[in-house]
């Protein structure tokens, strides 16, 4: 019993640990957005924020799957990133910004302050994530 406990109590601290971490990548790629003067490196830093803070409220355990208002807390929480001035690229609402394939061959996008992701893009870097979190 004392066993079982422990295992629980340690997998829940290394997710605790994960979601920290998902955290401080989201707000490192938030500064790095805002420091960048390229408006590509711009858009990808804001779209890996997009990603490492899915990630993050997944495993908070706060939604078992994508929905409307979860995109609109994430452009919220993202929106302070966004450089209203160039935004001109429209491009984003109907092509990932990750794989480039069209709304068509990708399926739903999920929206961002001037990017867009494709589910795979995004359990992709989900994958990449877990991957890089099992290695520590």
């Known amino acids: 019993m004392e066993k079982d406990f422990r295992k629980k109590t340690f997998r829940g601290a290394k997710i605790e640990d994960m979601i920290l971490e998902l955290e401080k ?4 790629c938030e500064e790095k957005s805002k420091s960048s003067e390229q ?13 490492y803070t899915t990630i993050a409220v997944k495993l908070k355990g706060d939604f078992d799957y994508i929905e409307p208002k979860v995109i609109d807390e994430l ?10 001035n160039s935004l001109s690229n429209t491009e984003h609402g109907t092509t990932c910004s990750f794989c480039r394939r069209s709304k068509e061959e ?3 996008l999920a929206m961002g302050p001037g990017v867009s992701i494709c589910i795979e893009c995004l359990e992709f870097g989900a994958e990449v994530i877990k991957t890089q979190s099992t290695e520590v």
């Open 106 to 108: 990708a399926g739903e």
């Open 39 to 51: 408006l590509e490196r711009q858009r990808f830093y804001e779209g890996m924020a997009i990603a």
């Open 25 to 28: 990548l989201s707000s490192l």
């Open 75 to 84: 452009y919220n929480a993202l929106e302070k990133t966004s450089n209203p």
